[in-house]
């Protein structure tokens, strides 16, 4: 998962899942790219890691697998944006992101 002070919403997220869960996370050794941290959890003890994204597009080998989360992750977010925004233009990004019906 991210450090807290690089992505503080998404850390914050795991660890709030993870206590709900039973669990506390006990993080790794900080690596930079998704590349290194499939290296690390390939060559290191047990443990495991959170990614954004579809799990087909990461690939797997005889030491790393990717398990889909079901059902998916959905974290609480806001959209700032200009108050001189159009209101179509903000209404068109608010139901890019938005999940719901926004309606």
Do not use: N, Q
Not at 16 to 28: H, W
Not at 67 to 77: F, M, R, Y
């Amino acid at each position: 998962m991210p450090a807290e002070k690089c992505d503080p919403l998404v850390h914050g997220f795991v660890v709030d899942a993870c206590r709900r869960a039973g669990f506390e996370p006990r993080p790794g050794r900080p690596v930079g790219t998704l590349t290194d941290t499939l290296v690390e959890i390939g060559a290191g003890a047990p443990s495991w890691t959170l990614v954004y994204g579809e799990p087909g597009t990461i690939t797997t080998t005889e030491r790393v697998t990717v398990i889909p989360v079901e059902p998916d992750l959905t974290v609480t977010g806001a959209l700032i944006t200009s108050a001189t925004r159009s209101s179509a233009c903000t209404e068109t990004l608010r139901r890019a992101f938005s999940t719901h019906d926004v309606s």
